[in-house]
């Protein structure tokens, strides 16, 4: 079983920046991984994915141009780069994996239940 380890969050005033990091251990290569986040009564909520091909990302419509996601493949990084943040973006943000073996494609996948693995997850805190 591998591990992930979130960093890179906390408070920071609307208008701020933030950018996430997701360490995964314990992996072979065909990983894919995503970010997530939880805010309080509400479900969670897929937010930046990796496919697994490289330099496959998607980031869910509600953060299109404001977020951005990248990964160091070989380091097995997954990275969110949060800019222009919103007092709505306040939420704890989880990293996942799922297993996509090849040959097939798998595309980056932002539906929660498609991940078998979930770091502790980091509160990201957004004042208005």
């Known amino acids: 079983q591998g591990r992930l380890v979130e960093s890179g969050g906390g408070s920071v005033q609307a208008g701020g920046s933030l950018r996430l990091s997701c360490t995964a251990s314990?992996?072979?290569?065909?990983?894919?991984m995503g970010w997530f986040r939880q805010a309080p009564g509400k479900e969670r909520e897929g937010v930046g994915a990796r496919g697994s091909n490289t330099g496959d990302f998607r980031v869910a419509d509600s953060v299109k141009g404001r977020f951005t996601i990248s990964a160091d493949k070989d380091k097995k990084i997954l990275y969110l780069q949060m800019d222009s943040l919103k007092a709505e973006d306040t939420a704890i943000y989880y990293c996942?994996?799922?297993?996509?073996?090849?040959?097939?494609?798998?595309?980056?996948?932002?539906?929660?239940?498609?991940?078998?693995?979930w770091g502790q997850g980091t509160q990201v805190t957004v004042s208005s």
């Open positions: 314990g992996y072979d290569d065909y990983w894919c």
């Open positions: 996942a994996t799922r297993h996509c073996p090849p040959p097939l494609y798998w595309r980056p996948e932002l539906a929660p239940g498609q991940y078998t693995n």
